[in-house]
């Protein structure tokens, strides 16, 4: 563990550098329970200020590099609907979305947003709070810790993640207004397949119904897991001149795992593909 690694995290809060210590212990099955019984949890403060603020500098200094991401799909991320279902079915309403992308690559080594992805007390944290025996770094060269950039007007749009577990990501910095990170748990299986019930549930959320609906509040420097194969969820349009930072962690089930090369062409740029 180096001095920047142990600066970074909050460790009076969130006591996870020593897997033996009952604080830990606690602290995992507090967020385990939390993940469980409403598909998210909240780690608010886990980033030092300081360290956070740092975190932006450095993004700011690459916003030059950023990948601007335009599209409308739908909430299975598909860009065309399903002809061979009915209208109104989920599939066949397609949203609008955009953002910028700064790809891990952008991000040297000593850089704080790699040195905190690569901590391996924080991948064993998370590892025991979702239930994995063990998370692996991804060896994407672009998708590891990326940053997602909104500025004014941007927004996700109502989506599914993909067949990933679980979603880990780190607010940098909130947007003056807007950019509320919203989340409709339980909305397809496990199997990542809609039935009956969740079917009518998910078709209540993309028509505007947040009767079912949660708004997870977020400040700078909180870190949140969500279970995003399973949950729908989107950030709402961002308003004012502050962007709104968010950083994306992608951690592995297995080693050795490098993500679909037009999946990244897509979504960091023409530039992944000459890179091959």
């Not at 079915?89 to 979305?97: E, G, I, Q, R, W």
């Not at 910028?100 to 064993?124: I, K, N």
């Not at 950083?247 to 050795?256: C, K, M, Q, T, W």
Request: proline fraction near 7%; aromatic fraction near 8%; hydrophobic fraction near 35%.
């Amino acid at each position: 563990m180096t001095q920047s690694q142990k600066s970074i995290v909050n460790l009076a809060a969130y006591p996870i550098a020593d897997t033996k210590a009952p604080a830990r212990a606690q602290t995992v099955e507090r967020f385990r329970n939390e993940l469980e019984s409403r598909q998210y949890c909240v780690l608010p403060g886990f980033v030092l200020p300081e360290m956070c603020d740092q975190l932006v500098k450095e993004v700011r200094q690459r916003l030059p590099n950023a990948y601007g991401n335009n599209s409308r799909r739908n909430c299975y991320l598909q860009r065309q609907g399903d002809s061979t279902r009915p209208d109104d079915h989920p599939s066949n309403k397609l949203f609008d979305a955009s953002y910028r992308m700064l790809a891990y690559d952008l991000f040297d080594e000593g850089s704080l947003l790699r040195s905190l992805y690569t901590w391996e007390p924080l991948r064993a944290f998370v590892a025991d709070i979702v239930g994995a025996e063990t998370l692996h770094l991804s060896e994407d060269p672009y998708q590891p810790a990326n940053v997602l950039c909104y500025g004014p007007g941007d927004r996700s749009a109502w989506h599914f993640d993909s067949t990933s577990a679980f979603t880990m990501t780190l607010m940098l910095q909130a947007a003056e207004a807007g950019g509320d990170f919203m989340i409709s748990p339980h909305t397809r299986n496990e199997a990542g397949q809609d039935d009956a019930g969740k079917l009518q549930k998910l078709r209540s959320v993309l028509d505007g119904d947040e009767t079912h609906v949660v708004t997870v509040p977020r400040e700078p420097g909180a870190l949140v897991i969500f279970r995003g194969c399973t949950s729908v969820h989107c950030v709402s349009p961002v308003e004012g001149d502050t962007d709104r930072l968010m950083a994306v962690f992608v951690y592995e089930d297995e080693p050795g795992v490098i993500g679909d090369p037009e999946v990244n062409r897509t979504v960091y740029g023409p530039r992944t593909a000459l890179a091959q």
